[in-house]
């Protein structure tokens, strides 16, 4: 699900499924993946890089891949990833050209932009600088975010915002059956 530069990617797990879908990974595209690792490698967080190819013809052809460059592998996306945990969870995703192109926001102009998201946190008190740290220099990252309480220690993002209003998360999430 596109949102006007935020995709969501509902997963679904064969198994042991949860009954409502929950966001607790932000994924951001970088403008330059080395940039971008410079960047928080300067604030003394470490990144690693991961490749993820396809091999399934199937699934690549879903993808908007045709016949012939669905017979071999191809590089999907390039993800840079924190080495230690974060307050939470995220990454930074470099897709393919030919995905990228199909993903982007203006691929999808009568998509709003998001405006605002909220995570809710364990603890905001103590949570909040580091995510403002984390975030706060995340390239590209344009919405506001604001952080709520939620006992535990799984945090989520609970809500997200554009210029036409919330995105109403329980409800969307209860469209999307899981098996």
Known sequence: MALGGFNLEFLQLDEGAPSAATIRTLVFEPIDLA?????????????????????DPE???????????????????????PSRPAPFDFFLCDYAPKLKERLSPSALPSV???T???????????D???IDRLFGTAPNLRPEIVLSEKPG???????????????????????????
């Open 112 to 114: 709003p932009a998001v």
């Open 128 to 130: 909040g600088p580091q």
């Open 59 to 81: 699934l690549l052809r879903l993808r908007g891949f045709d016949e012939d460059e669905a017979r071999t592998p191809q590089l999907i996306c390039r993800n840079l990833y």
């Open 35 to 55: 940039v971008a690792t410079r960047r928080y490698e300067e604030m003394g967080i470490p990144m690693s890089l991961r490749e993820k190819w396809e091999p």
């Open 153 to 179: 220690d799984l945090a989520e993002v609970i809500e997200i915002r554009s210029e036409r209003g919330p995105l109403d998360l329980p409800g969307r999430a209860s469209r999307f059956r899981f098996a």
């Open 116 to 126: 605002q998201l909220v995570l809710a946190v364990p603890a905001p008190a103590s």
